[in-house]
């Protein structure tokens, strides 16, 4: 990323409110600033995470004062309607966020950073260390949404993934914009073990995983035993818990306007299952939109990372590997499951409901 502070920061906050080419790529709360960068349609569709990966070389940006650009977007010309796509990890949302763009008119905002940063400052309202009074919050949260909804002149609706940690902060969001209508995806219990397992993926399993026993721990379960004792088996059950029980929230919260998606239903019928996707969110669509979808080359590609080939039976492959290479790893997360269950009303609940997921 290049930068030259205060021309490229002036340039940027006078087409921050009537254009998505300039994109909040990160908030900092404690020195009330935010990271403003360049960018354009075509690196959005590209783009699997809104994240520091979206800061290569050449890329033009400057930190601004948050007051600054408040006041830059008191009002946004362009706003289109503005819904999201929750999930639990590694089930298949990104692959549901690209064949939305099939529809035309779709602008996808995958996994923004200062969301991720925006979820953390929720966590701490009302505590010692929050830089953020309440007000101010949800003042933060209202600017990011209008923000969000900003959309080209094809676009007609805007489409944001959350990234997998961020699902707790859906109710407060689905709280400030009415209009807003979700989706969230998830699997039972046992094939999100299998395929976390076969990743090994040390963010989720190990990265995330303080925040996530933090999370379970205010619904009040028994923190113990502590992260250092749990097997990568254990681990991957207590991340499946702890997402599963803000989808839960999250449908309580949203009533109608959230949708609960298993994606090992919606791959046994892409077809219906985008339609349902794409009428549930309201986005514009015409007759052959969901058969489109169905046959789309993104089907035949990894979503996160379209360089490499990956197809619904390739991923049924890579189930039936990790259920026979980590089956002990496996059943140790699921028999983590039954005593947290047996220990804990809520939890129980959370399991049963989710494990129930037509």
């Not at 009040?220 to 803000?246: F, K, M």
């Not at 339609?275 to 986005?283: C, D, F, M, S, T």
Request: net charge neutral.
């Amino acid at each position: 990323m290049t930068t030259n502070p205060q021309p490229v920061a002036e340039a940027l906050l006078s087409r921050v409110a009537g254009s998505p080419d300039v994109l909040v790529q990160k908030i900092d709360v404690s020195r009330d600033a935010a990271l403003l960068v360049a960018i354009d349609q075509k690196t959005y569709r590209a783009a699997s995470f809104l994240d520091d990966r979206v800061l290569t070389a050449g890329v033009q940006g400057a930190w601004v004062g948050y007051g600054r650009l408040a006041a830059s977007c008191a009002a946004i010309p362009n706003a289109r309607p503005l819904h999201f796509i929750f999930h639990a990890g590694h089930v298949g949302s990104t692959l549901i966020s690209r064949l939305l763009e099939e529809a035309g008119g779709v602008l996808s905002l995958r996994e923004p950073l200062s969301l991720r940063l925006i979820a953390d400052a929720h966590d701490v309202l009302g505590k010692p260390e929050s830089f953020l009074s309440e007000p101010a919050f949800f003042a933060l949260l209202d600017l990011h949404l209008r923000l969000w909804s900003r959309g080209y002149s094809d676009t007609t609706a805007v489409v944001l993934k959350a990234t997998s940690i961020c699902g707790r902060l859906a109710p407060a969001i689905l709280s400030r914009l009415s209009s807003a209508r979700a989706i969230y995806v998830n699997v039972r219990a046992e094939p999100y073990l299998a395929t976390l397992l076969a990743g090994q993926n040390p963010i989720d399993l190990r990265g995330h995983a303080p925040e996530r026993i933090r999370r379970l721990v205010s619904h009040g379960v028994d923190s113990s035993p502590p992260l250092h004792a749990l097997s990568v088996g254990e681990l991957a059950a207590l991340s499946w818990l702890v997402e599963s029980w803000s989808a839960c929230d999250a449908l309580d919260a949203g009533g109608g306007r959230v949708a609960a998606v298993n994606f090992d239903t919606f791959l046994g019928n892409v077809e219906d299952g985008i339609g349902r996707v794409a009428q549930h969110l309201g986005v514009p669509h015409d007759a052959q939109f969901a058969q489109r979808a169905a046959r789309s080359p993104v089907m035949t590609r990894y979503a996160k990372a379209p360089e490499h080939a990956y197809t619904p039976d390739l991923r049924a492959q890579v189930l039936a590997q990790s259920r026979a290479q980590n089956g002990r790893e496996i059943n140790q997360g699921l028999l983590w499951l039954e005593r947290t269950a047996r220990a804990n009303a809520g939890a129980a609940a959370i399991i049963n409901r989710t494990n129930g997921l037509a």
